[in-house]
Nanobody, 118 residues
Framework: QVRLVESGGGLVQAGGSLRLSCKASGMITSVFNPNTKAWYRQAPGKQRELVAS??????????EYADSVNGRFTISKDNAKKTIYLQMNNLKAEDTAVYYC??????WGQGTQVTVSS
C-alpha cells in the first residue's frame, strides 16, 4: 500500500521557519523518481493551492513557486529516501494552512497543519 506521510508542521511565530517532510512508503523507485513532486496548501474557507513543484528529474534550482512564497520557501527531494522537503522561512500569518504533498503521479499525503502566529 502506497502512503505519503507528512511531518514537521506546527505552531511558529511570524518570521520563523519550519521544514516539512513527506516520506513515500510502499512506492517503487520507478514511480517516485520520474514523477513531479509538489506541495499544496489549503487554508480555511479557501481552495487548495499549489505552493511549490519540481519535476521528477529536476533540480531544486529549477523548481517553481507560487508568487506568495517565492524567495521564502524551497522544495527539495532525496530520491534515495523517497522523501520530499519544503523549507519555509520568514513565515507569515497568511501561510497558515494544512500542507499536503503530492507525488507518484496521483498520491496525496494526509496533510500537516502549519499555524503562524502574528
Amino acid at each position: 500500500q502506497v502512503r505519503l506521510v507528512e511531518s514537521g508542521g506546527g505552531l511558529v511565530q511570524a518570521g520563523g521557519s519550519l521544514r516539512l517532510s513527506c516520506k513515500a512508503s510502499g512506492m517503487i523507485t520507478s514511480v517516485f523518481n520520474p514523477n513531479t513532486k509538489a506541495w499544496y496548501r489549503q487554508a480555511p474557507g479557501k481552495q487548495r493551492e499549489l505552493v511549490a513543484s519540481m519535476l521528477g528529474g529536476g533540480r531544486t534550482e529549477d523548481a517553481e513557486y507560487a508568487d506568495s512564497v517565492n524567495g521564502r520557501f524551497t522544495i527539495s527531494k532525496d530520491n534515495a529516501k523517497k522523501t520530499i522537503y519544503l523549507q519555509m522561512n520568514n513565515l507569515k500569518a497568511e501561510d497558515t494552512a494544512v500542507y499536503y504533498c503530492h507525488a507518484g503521479g496521483s498520491y496525496w499525503g494526509q496533510g500537516t497543519q502549519v499555524t503562524v502566529s502574528s
